[in-house]
Nanobody, 127 residues
């Protein structure tokens, strides 16, 4: 059974940093492209960042987080990360990790591309 478990969320002030983790089990992690999505209250789930199966420089970011967030992965540990710096009030959301079979080393930015999802971790940024 595939499980994705997010951790690292919390309540922070604007300008602070957080590091989210997504621990995967039940799959061969290195075969899967991964991503972070988020959903703010009253809004649809949106793409945040994605990384290909081996993480070798193939990443993609939503425009609003580029330069502030960094996605990475450790295939040996079966874990993906999202380093979030200079957090803003608008970053407040539930953050979800997602996984899809690697398919040629690409990165995928749409919800429909992903097969497996975690339960989410809450990030709250106070202004």
């Amino acid at each position: 059974q595939v499980q994705l478990v997010e951790s690292g969320g919390g309540l922070v002030q604007a300008g602070d940093s957080l590091r989210l983790s997504c621990a995967a089990s039940g799959l061969t992690f290195s075969n899967y492209a991964m991503a972070w999505f988020r959903q703010a209250p009253g809004k649809e789930r949106e793409f945040v960042a994605a990384i290909n199966w081996w993480g070798g420089g193939s990443t993609s970011y939503q425009h609003s987080v580029k330069g502030r967030f960094t996605i990475s992965r450790d295939n040996g540990k079966g874990t993906m990360y999202l380093q979030m710096n200079s957090l803003k009030f608008d970053d407040t959301a539930i953050y979800y990790c997602a996984a899809t079979y690697g398919r040629g080393g690409g990165v995928f930015t749409t919800i429909s591309s992903y097969t497996y999802w975690g339960q989410g971790t809450q990030v709250t940024v106070s202004s």
